[in-house]
């Protein structure tokens, strides 16, 4: 073995420390010769599966003889595959063929999996051959027909087209799992937007555009809501994340009077006086149910260019008068019924309903009765999902449902300094998700470089974030004419307008979206930190670095910068599946083959809902651009009481709960609870049934329902999808 001088060591790692490495992705970044031991120690396991103290002492030297001939021949600057040339080189030199053969192995391997994220042949070729990691990204996209089929198709297209649009150093951390740039089917290759909240009340007042059709105001509940179907399904195609309507129960109540009001001219002609008032409202009642349905079924029944349902949510509850609280009644109603001749539950779209104290909350109130139903409709369809409507002004500056899942605008009015917040037609921009955990394990217990990773780290997520704003500022008005013309966002451009008037002073969103503070605080406090003030504050503190970067970064660009609490339905698995490949099984982060979403509770703990709510009520304040807290309860349907409790409990201590409950369905036996995940799919634990057409899986894959048994392209994940559920 070749010996190196320590003494030529020692007077030439001065000149070392100065040389900079010239990545792949054009970064450049210090020198750091750990790297090249840790390469070397996995090269070493991979050969002889342990490292022998002999063994580290030999890939010891080994690194010293790069150093030294790194430092002779180089003054300033030096390639990546430079250096990873000479290591191949000494390596020959010391007749270490196995390891050299390893080391050459994994790094051409590496370079293969670059080559091939960008290859639209092979990606195809995945598709095709119906690889679970294309066609299964998401829970609520079946495969198996065409339309989908065509998206994947131009997703796979889209997505090596954008990894190379994406600034390198972006791209290259987004392949190794650093950060993830979501939604890269669609975003930057084309520069759609994220989710928003509709401006339904302007559409409807004002009228819109689609296609051919100028269409007016509705005069009756029933075109009105057939005319919001209309409008979601093609935002929905104009963009790629989940739609919002905004206390669509206020929204629709002046067209359900204008319903009333007919039915009072008509009741003058067929009935009594004393009676006009009674006919209006039974006729009214109905009109309201059947409009209400139509919309719920109408949602269900849509596909967009997407190749999927749209990813909608209804937000209700604040309406008080009658024509409001009909509207509640019916949506609730129409739920706990069912969709079709079997009654199954409705995955779309999400019900989100609104307590607030003098209204809905407490026994006494005028609406309270309208909370009994919502409870009822919880513990049978798992949905409403429900708002605290204190709690979201003091977290976000005003009150407004989510855009999509979790997705959440903060309190703004427009710059001539109206009065009244604005919230209805603004949007989100995108998401770039940081890999909590990674940054964890590199640091390797030690805090120091936790913190100097994490700001490596974000100035990373400020680069992706700032390419994405300027990628969504290139759109023109007439590429979503829906979105900038016809006034879904608000305020109406002419064809030739400039977007980016719907998108500065913060009127968007761009989000840092993060994972796994759980596995985090684990890397430093160990597995049970939750009851730990120190790692709970530690976990804080990661919070509130997060926040006061992303408010730096708003006033720096004029855009809002919000933080996200990612809903990770397949990226739970990504980032632990890569960082298992770098790290290894490490106890209670990666062996559990999923990282916990942003700031959750270790489900694994099985926390009682009021232990949750009190450790995660902490989080939110510095998360409050996304966030969703949930409960997992047993079968509730004979004890809406029980969840009552719970909701009550949560109404001054987080803001957006949403209730986990077994509600599976058996059209043979009749059994309602929770079905058994099996190989070939969801068994139920009565009667053994396991056809998908006798029986009624919904599961929560994200922030939304889902129904994998009905799925062809989830079949043979159940017992995965079963354990995630949890975690989202």
């Known amino acids: 073995m070749i010996a190196v001088s320590q003494t ?20 450049l970044v210090d020198f750091n010769d750990q790297k090249i031991y840790d390469a070397l120690v996995k090269a070493e396991i991979q050969v002889n599966s342990k490292l ?31 250096i990873q040339n000479i290591v191949e080189h000494i390596l020959l030199e010391n007749n270490l063929y196995e390891l050299a053969e390893s080391y050459i192995s994994y790094r051409t391997k590496r370079d293969f999996e670059r080559s091939k994220a960008t290859d639209i042949n092979f990606t195809i070729g995945k598709l095709i051959n119906k690889d679970a990691a294309v066609v299964n990204e998401n829970a609520n996209k079946d495969s198996e027909v065409f339309n989908t089929q065509r998206d994947l198709t131009a997703g796979i297209v889209g ?162 008068n009658w024509f409001e609280r009909e509207i509640q009644q019916a949506i609730l109603r129409i739920r706990i019924t069912g969709l079709g001749s079997e009654k199954r539950t ?75 917040e604005v919230n209805a037609g603004r949007m989100n921009l995108g998401v770039v998700t940081l890999n909590l955990p990674r940054i964890a394990l590199e640091a390797q217990g030690n805090k120091d470089q936790f913190w100097i990773t994490l700001a490596e780290r974000l100035e990373l997520i400020k680069d992706a974030l700032i390419f994405r704003i300027h990628r969504c500022k290139e759109a023109i008005p007439s590429n979503a004419p829906i979105l900038y013309q016809n006034g879904a966002f608000g305020k109406r451009l002419d064809r030739k307008g400039n977007v980016d008037e719907l998108f500065r002073n913060k009127r968007a969103t761009v989000s840092i979206g993060y994972i796994g503070l759980y596995e985090v605080a684990t890397s430093f406090y160990g597995a049970d930190w939750e009851n730990n003030p120190k790692a709970k504050e530690f976990t804080l503190e990661i919070m509130k670095t997060l926040k006061a970067c992303a408010d730096l970064w708003g006033e720096e660009y004029g855009y809002h910068f919000s933080i996200y609490g990612t809903p990770s339905e397949s990226l739970t698995d990504r980032f632990c599946r890569l960082d298992a490949q770098k790290f290894g099984k490490v106890a209670d982060i990666t062996d559990k083959e999923y990282y916990t979403n942003s700031f959750h509770y270790d489900v694994r703990k099985k926390p009682t809902p009021f232990e949750k709510l009190d450790f995660e009520k902490d989080y939110p304040k510095y998360s409050s651009g996304g966030f969703i807290h949930y409960c997992e309860y047993p079968v509730l349907q004979q004890n809406p009481k029980a969840l009552e409790a719970v909701w009550n409990y949560a109404y001054d201590r987080v803001g957006y709960l949403g209730t986990n409950t077994p509600i599976d369905h058996c059209y043979e036996c009749d059994f309602d609870g929770d079905f058994n995940p099996t190989d070939r799919g969801f068994e139920c634990p009565n009667c053994g049934n396991t056809n998908p057409a006798t029986s009624d899986v919904v599961k929560r894959t994200c922030g939304y329902l889902g129904n994998p048994q009905a799925r062809p392209m989830v079949r043979g994940r159940h017992k995965e999808i079963s354990s995630r559920v949890k975690h989202m």
């Open 346 to 420: 409705a995955i779309f779209p999400k019900l989100i309903f609104t307590l607030k104290k003098g209204l809905n909350l407490n026994e006494g109130d005028p609406n309270y009765d309208i909370k009994q139903l919502a409870l009822e409709c919880a513990t049978k369809r798992m949905y409403p999902d429900i708002l605290s409507y204190d709690k979201i002004v003091e977290l976000t500056g005003s009150f407004k449902v989510p855009m999509g899942c979790r997705s959440f605008l903060q309190g703004w009015k427009d710059e001539n300094g109206a009065e009244v």
């Open 52 to 82: 022998t103290p002999v063994s580290a002492a030999c890939i010891q030297s080994i690194v010293e003889q790069v150093d030294a001939e790194i430092m002779e021949r180089f003054q300033e600057n030096i390639k990546i595959y430079e």
């Open 8 to 27: 030529k060591l020692k007077n030439l790692w001065t000149d070392l420390t100065t040389i900079k490495v010239l990545k792949r992705d054009g970064r």
């Open 159 to 320: 997505k090596s087209i954008g990894l190379k649009m994406l600034p390198a150093h972006v791209a290259n951390a987004h392949q190794k799992g650093e950060i993830h740039y979501h939604d890269l089917d669609y975003h930057p290759y084309t520069p759609m937007t994220n989710c928003c909240l509709i401006d339904f009340k302007g559409m409807l007042e004002n009228g819109f555009k689609i296609g051919n059709a100028e269409v007016v105001s509705p005069k009756s509940i029933q075109t009105a809501t057939a005319q919001m179907s209309q409008i979601i399904a093609n935002v929905a195609s104009s963009q790629y994340g989940g739609c919002s309507a905004d206390c669509v129960d206020e929204l629709l109540a002046p067209y359900a009077k204008l319903n009333y009001n007919n039915h009072i001219e008509d009741a003058k002609q067929w009935v009594d006086e004393e009676k006009w008032e009674e006919y209006a409202k039974v006729k009214t009642q109905k009109d309201i149910y059947d409009a209400m349905q139509s919309l719920e079924y109408e949602i269900n029944t849509l596909f967009t260019s997407n190749g999927q349902t749209p990813f909608t949510s209804l937000g209700f509850g604040l309406g008080a």
